[in-house]
């Protein structure tokens, strides 16, 4: 048999609700620390360094990109009127981060978004190439409407309600 690894399953979680009054997209995603630090260097170079994190470190860059590449919404949006007139895909700020004691690691990111129109895709392939048994998570909530999608490497993108 091939190589050891720690554990046989991978679950990343992530929430995400767009709040009205402040045209932002906020959210949190939840990785195991140890599998985040693998599939962004997977060269184990990071192993243990996001204990150690704050918000200036080159480091918290990296997570940043590595999140935006691989949680991404495409949403419709009005760029010149009140209607749909271009696809926009997400750019989410990485605006803090805290490691947890049960090896976790909670990433908090936003964005603005002045209108969110159907069609809402996402995809949430994270930690998906380094760990092919990954299942991701993901809670969205629109207005007092919440939908929980989940994301297996066979399926990484969904198409979100906004009822």
Known sequence: MGGVSAHEFYFAYAELSYNEFTNNLEGTLIFSTHDL?????PNGSLIGLFDKLDESSPTTRLIEAYLNEHFKLSYG???D???VDVICISSFTLEG???QLNGTIECYISMP???LYAPVYCQF???MEQFPLQQNKLTFTYR????TVNFIAIDTQHT???Q
Request: proline fraction near 0%.
């Open 144 to 147: 007092q409407h919440k939908e």
């Open 97 to 99: 981060l805290v490691t």
């Open 37 to 41: 630090e693998k599939a962004i260097e």
């Open 77 to 79: 949006c009005a760029l």
């Open 125 to 127: 392939n994270a930690l």
């Open 113 to 115: 978004v002045n209108a």
């Open 160 to 162: 979100l309600k906004l």
């Open 81 to 83: 009127s009140n209607a």
